[in-house]
């Protein structure tokens, strides 16, 4: 079995910004640089025959190469708790076609659709007994984080194993964007 998502990787300058970040919030169980990713869809566990089938279809999304710029830190909450603290991604229609084409193709080969809205983000920590006074704090504080924008011009297919130390990804596959 393989545990799946797809993502556009992040370039090694971009992941040194946001790894900057990672302090002065207690509570916050910080994401490793090198797994600093911009999610477009979670796919779950599928035996080997359903990874090639994904492979294959991904293989056929057609979308141009975009800028991509990061902006904003927020959370994701359950209640009154914060669980993940995030970095945004400015409005793209570039990007929104990326996310649809790559949903129809896995929609296609028998992967059931999200059930929640896409909100593109890149997750910087994971918050366990975190304060929302404290992370509201931290969040004020880089309210005006912003990176510059940089060439999507690729996803990435990942495999990802849960660990006690924390998700290890591994890049399986990727699939170039057109340039136009």
């Known amino acids: 079995m393989y545990r799946l998502f ?13 790894a900057a970040l990672a302090e002065g919030l207690p509570g916050a169980r910080w994401i490793e640089p090198e797994n600093l990713h911009l999610t477009l869809r979670f796919i779950g566990e599928v035996d080997g025959g359903m990874a090639e089938d994904i492979a294959e ?32 991604v400015e409005r793209s229609a570039e990007m929104k076609q990326l996310y649809t084409s790559v949903s129809g193709a896995l929609r296609r080969v028998g992967v059931a659709p999200e059930g929640r809205k896409f909100s593109p983000h890149v997750s910087l920590a994971r918050l366990k007994d975190a304060h929302l006074e404290d992370v509201e704090r931290f969040i ?6 912003r990176v510059a924008a940089f ?3 690729y996803f990435t297919l990942f495999s990802s194993f849960l660990s006690k130390s924390g998700a290890i990804h591994t890049p399986e596959v990727e699939f170039s964007l057109a340039r136009v």
């Open 57 to 88: 279809a991904l293989s056929l999304v057609s979308a141009p190469v975009f800028p991509l710029r990061l902006a904003g830190v927020g959370h994701f909450s359950t209640g009154e708790r914060a669980r993940i603290l995030w970095v945004g």
């Open 151 to 153: 060439p999507v011009g």
């Open 140 to 145: 004020a504080g880089q309210s005006l984080f």
């Open 6 to 18: 797809v993502a556009i990787e992040l370039p090694a300058a971009i992941r040194q910004a946001l």
